[in-house]
């Protein structure tokens, strides 16, 4: 007879409710990865590091499966679905199955234009791998005005009132000279009076995704990103165009001219026909707010999107938009009861390169719609 250890002296002089609690076993192992992280012993392989994310747990297990998430919009033909018994016969042959792509919709808020994102951001719509865009207005303005005047790297700390005498405005831990403001108003107000007077001359009612479109054209600079999606047209919506800068502009254009006109609606039937339409669906949103729910309201059309990755620091429990996990989308019909969409907390700066680096850079030539 196996004699007694130690442990099971003590054992024996607790309570059953204790080596109950403490001492049973599991009755169902879990199938999931094992927990395990990077091994730098086996050298430095950026590849193999990113990888090991899916295994390593917390966030970094949830930006692989985003990566994953991703790659899934990437790859996906029509060609992958089994022909429908109503479908058109344009669309029986394999050829043209082939070559139906996931449709991608891309939503970023202003501060990714502020810092470096914007070179990403205009990497992807350089070789067209996102169909559309929704941003805010400074996502707008600020990839003009990067054009024609720097931003620079500062401190979260610095004191407003300091900066204020300076004339340097803080977003985050960078700087924004307001001389860059004033640029881009001198910029922009003759583009507004070439509008007008096709408004008054031609009967042409921009919408903001026209006026964005123009922006991208006069500005015709390879660092723009605006460049690029008037390039390969690629749509960019942004349903709060007056919130900034641009609306700046044109409060003080329509001292000149008050019947100058801004129509928001054709816009809304572009987005929302761009989801409906879609043979499959795909939403990529860093940050919340306007263009999160802007992105999401559009595939509700389509009973939800089929897949989606969220990178934002929001939290759900202020029933805010900006925070909702992407289970609430599902409630709604904005995300599609059968896709695995995934929410990344992070601050987007973080990840996003690496997001990318793992997916569309990886795989350019599978994501170029070039």
């Not at 002296?9 to 609690?21: F, G, H, R, V, W």
Request: charged residues 25%.
């Amino acid at each position: 007879m196996k004699p007694k250890s130690i442990l099971d002296e003590i054992l024996e002089t607790m309570p059953d409710s204790y080596k109950e609690a403490m001492r049973e076993t599991a009755t169902v192992k879990p199938t999931g990865e094992v927990v395990k992280g990077y091994d730098f012993n086996q050298g430095l392989d950026y590849d193999k590091l990113l990888a090991s994310y899916s295994s390593c747990g917390i966030q970094a297990t949830n930006l692989a499966r985003g990566v994953e998430e991703i790659n899934k919009m990437i790859r996906w033909r029509l060609s992958d679905e089994p022909v429908a018994e109503n479908e058109t016969e344009e669309f029986r042959a394999e050829e043209k199955r082939k070559q139906v792509r996931c449709t991608i919709f891309l939503g970023y808020t202003s501060n990714m234009i502020s810092c470096g994102i914007r070179e990403i951001i205009r990497y992807l719509c350089q070789h067209k791998m996102v169909d559309c865009i929704v941003t805010t207005t400074g996502g707008i303005e600020e990839d003009i005005i990067k054009c024609m005047g720097n931003m620079y790297i500062g401190d979260f700390h610095l004191k407003g009132s300091d900066l204020r005498k300076k004339r340097l405005n803080r977003t985050g831990n960078m700087l924004v000279p307001n001389d860059n403001y004033n640029i881009f108003e001198d910029w922009a107000f003759p583009i507004f009076d070439a509008m007008y007077q096709e408004q008054i001359g031609k009967g042409t009612i921009y919408t903001p995704s026209m006026i964005i479109d123009r922006f991208g054209k006069e500005i015709n600079n390879p660092e723009s990103v605006y460049y690029w999606c008037h390039v390969n047209k690629i749509p960019v919506f942004c349903p709060a165009l007056t919130d900034g800068a641009v609306g700046d502009v044109i409060y003080l254009y329509m001292k000149k001219h008050k019947d100058f006109i801004v129509n928001i609606a054709p816009d809304i039937e572009k987005i929302d026909n761009l989801a409906l339409y879609a043979r499959k669906s795909g939403i990529i949103i860093l940050g919340g707010g306007v263009i999160k729910h802007h992105i999401c309201n559009a595939n509700l059309l389509r009973d939800g999107a089929d897949f989606a990755v969220y990178v934002n620091t929001g939290v759900e429990y202020d029933a805010s938009d900006a925070g909702a996990l992407p289970d609430e989308a599902v409630s709604w019909g904005k995300i599609n009861v059968n896709a695995k969409p995934v929410k990344i907390y992070a601050e987007a700066s973080l990840v996003f390169p690496l997001l990318v680096a793992q997916t569309f850079a990886k795989h350019q030539k599978l994501a170029s719609k070039l």
